[in-house]
């Protein structure tokens, strides 16, 4: 562009869109905006639902304790999928924990009882790794044949040794946990804080003092494996080899990488971290073991792990998100049954659907092919002889369908569906709390799939010397 006064050329200013000030931000910077940003929706949304129940300290230590389960066993499918071994078998080995935990409690304490679950599930992750590594076995017949023989072989086991201590064939002796801490200060600082009543500030606190009190020594250490798993995976030549594997097992063989060995390793740590769920479960969670008391929850840290975009601190979260309705619905339904707090949640998720709908539709609009078509829609329509009969809604709907595809469409069906039952309800029904993350786990996977990069041979199979 030419200045007709100067004679001189003026550049565009380079400007800067708030999506690349989000990308600029650490990653830390970002979870902890939307963390904020999901506190203020719960703290808006129950403000006008008739509940405080979203954001108190038992909410978020309730959903700390549930979530610790699906967290150590979407740990134990990260590193099996990370080697390239696709592991359905987490709910098997789970269970396999939860027995061989309880046991392992009665017999040497708690501590005791960890080491069993672990090595347990462990003997579970040997066998996947023989049936797939070793002879080749299609993944997901190995982990559902494991899912099977788990609850067959735990209540055979049972028969032989809880009768006689006290417990039953479906059932242990109680066993001991491994005891709470406060973090000193702190707990004290968010109580006043959460005491205050201030809009949002209060609420916010009450959900950290959650964090920070009489938390489970178990639950300290399976946050510390977050971290430490990351550090192998990414940090470390041990990790580069196993990453090798479930990438290019061929390149990595080629440089002398031993592929077995190292998917060996991945698979038994995986069932490792699997049966530590399942020792969570019988020591922190119930304090014995019961037969069926895993409930899937080695399928919703599949939903987890692939949520979190084979990430650890992407499991966490995940697993964070998969746990909070059980928290909720603890509180919730009590010996009245309100479920008013379960009801506020369905405006959560219409809110988090709408947001997801929106939020896909501007970044698909954004692209310029995919804009040029949506606006060549508009314009056909404007220009045929049956433009007459286009109105502003269908113009729209079809530039969402060139735009955003069929994802954008369900998420707006989904979330005007969710609003509708949140407004002509007065009460969550009782089986909705039960039932809510699995609906989660589904709606998480429909949308969140689209955009996450699996391992690129996860679930192949391979052998020695074909490079």
Known sequence: MTDTLHGTSKLPVPTTSVAEHWKALPNW????????????????????????????????????????????????????????????????????????????????????GLICGLIGG??????????????????????????????????????????????????SPRVDGLGTFTVPGLSQLFEKIDGWGIFFLSDMAGLLEGLVTDIRYFTLFGLLLVPASAWLLFRTRLGLRLRICGENPKAGESLGVNIYLHKYLGVVVSGAFAGLAGAFIVIELTGLYRGGQTNGRGFIALAALIFGNWRASGVMVGAMLFGYPFAISLNDFDETGSGVATRALLLVVAIGLAAYAIFAYRKDAAKPGLAAQAAGVAGDSATSDK???????????????????????????????TFLWYLLTDRAADWVPNTMPYALVLVVLIFASQSLKAPAAAGQAYRRGEA
Not at 132 to 147: L, P, R
Request: net charge neutral; proline share 4%; glycine share 14%.
């Open 387 to 417: 433009s007459f009969m286009k109105s502003p809604t269908d113009s729209y709907v079809s530039g969402v369908a060139k735009l955003g595809g069929p994802n954008v469409m369900l998420a707006t069906v989904l979330a005007s569906i």
């Open 122 to 171: 462990a003997l579970g992750g040997l066998l996947h790794a023989i049936a797939t590594v070793q002879f080749g076995v299609d993944h997901i017949i190995s982990g559902v044949a494991i899912n099977i023989l788990a609850p067959g072989l735990a209540r055979f086991l049972s028969d032989r040794f809880f009768p006689q201590r006290g417990g039953s064939i479906s059932q």
């Open 29 to 112: 910077a970002r979870w902890a905006l939307m963390a904020a940003a999901g506190v203020l929706i719960l703290t808006i949304v129950q403000s006008f639902s008739g509940t405080d129940l979203l954001t108190t300290p038992n909410a978020s230590s309730g959903m700390l304790r549930w979530a610790m389960p699906i967290l150590l066993a979407g740990l134990g499918g990260l590193f099996s999928e990370r080697v390239g071994v696709i592991n359905i078998g987490l709910e098997g080995m789970m269970i396999m924990g939860t027995w061989c935990g309880a046991i392992g409690a009665f017999e040497f304490g708690p501590w005791g």
